[in-house]
């Protein structure tokens, strides 16, 4: 068997940027663990000659769909997801916490993380849509 789930992360990486939104995330780690868990068979089996990234092992799995075991479908779209939703409120926490920040973080800095590390360090007092975007991304 190939050592496919050495370049799950690459894999990873290439494909939640095509991907549904929101809710519970999960760790591009964990994601990695779960896709290699359900689908590893799967993906040696039908995609082995696929090149990695860019949303290529996805859209093999999706082709091979009928030849793929229903436990992998399963995992994989609900890895995939998370990951979208994890992508997304990484983009759109600054947004969603703008009004927090502006409120609790007067006087910080722009830039090198410090207005998120204000945020997450002002937890009690930031709103609970900021609160969550923080995990969704997460920063914590």
């Known amino acids: 068997m190939k050592q496919y789930w050495l370049a799950v992360p690459i894999i990873l990486a290439g494909l939640i940027f095509a991907l549904p939104a929101r809710a519970q995330?999960?760790?591009?780690?964990?994601?990695?663990?779960?896709?290699?868990?359900?689908?590893?068979?799967?993906?040696?089996?039908?995609c082995g000659n696929v090149n990695l990234g860019g949303g290529k092992i996805k859209a093999c799995l999706e082709r091979n769909s009928a030849k793929v075991a229903a436990g992998c479908k399963s995992s994989a779209a609900q890895a995939f997801a998370s990951l979208q939703r994890r992508a997304q409120a990484r983009i759109d926490v600054l947004r969603v916490c703008d009004r927090d920040a502006a409120r609790l973080c007067q006087g910080v800095q722009r830039g090198d993380g410090q207005i998120l590390e204000c945020m997450i360090m002002a937890r009690r007092a930031v709103s609970p849509p900021c609160n969550q975007a923080i995990t969704d991304a997460g920063y914590r």
């Open 25 to 46: 995330t999960m760790s591009f780690a964990d994601a990695a663990e779960v896709l290699v868990a359900a689908c590893g068979v799967d993906i040696e089996k039908h």
